[in-house]
Nanobody, 120 residues
Framework: QVQLVESGGGLVQAGGSLRLSCAAS????????MAWYRQAPGKQRELVAS???????NYADSVKGRFTISRDNAKNTVFLQMNNVKPEDTAVYYC??????????????WGQGTQVTVSS
């Protein structure tokens, strides 16, 4: 069974920094891509950033230049470095991973979410 476990959320002041981590565990063949999404109260879940196994990254316009996604392939872990955070970054952040299982089927997995609150 595959699990994505997030950590690093919390309360931070505007202009500050926070680093989120997400580790994938369980039985799978490899990770194709990992991403961070977020969902603020009353809003739809949105993509924040993604990274492929080859290191290609993609960012939402709202976080470009402030957030950096990276991954440690050896540890099956993805990170989101959040700098110069703003109150509008307040949301529950979810880790997402596209994994190829041992039967070579590709499946989409989600973490449980971690709250990020930015105070003004």
């Amino acid at each position: 069974q595959v699990q994505l476990v997030e950590s690093g959320g919390g309360l931070v002041q505007a202009g500050g920094s926070l680093r989120l981590s997400c580790a994938a565990s369980g039985s799978f063949f490899n990770i194709i891509a990992m991403a961070w999404y977020r969902q603020a109260p009353g809003k739809q879940r949105e993509l924040v950033a993604s990274i492929t196994s080859g290191g290609t990254t993609n960012y939402a316009d709202s976080v470009k230049g402030r957030f950096t996604i990276s991954r440690d392939n050896a540890k099956n872990t993805v990170f989101l470095q959040m700098n110069n955070v703003k109150p509008e970054d307040t949301a529950v952040y979810y880790c997402n991973a596209d994994l190829r299982r041992s039967d070579l089927m590709i499946r989409d997995y989600w973490g449980q979410g971690t709250q990020v609150t930015v105070s003004s």
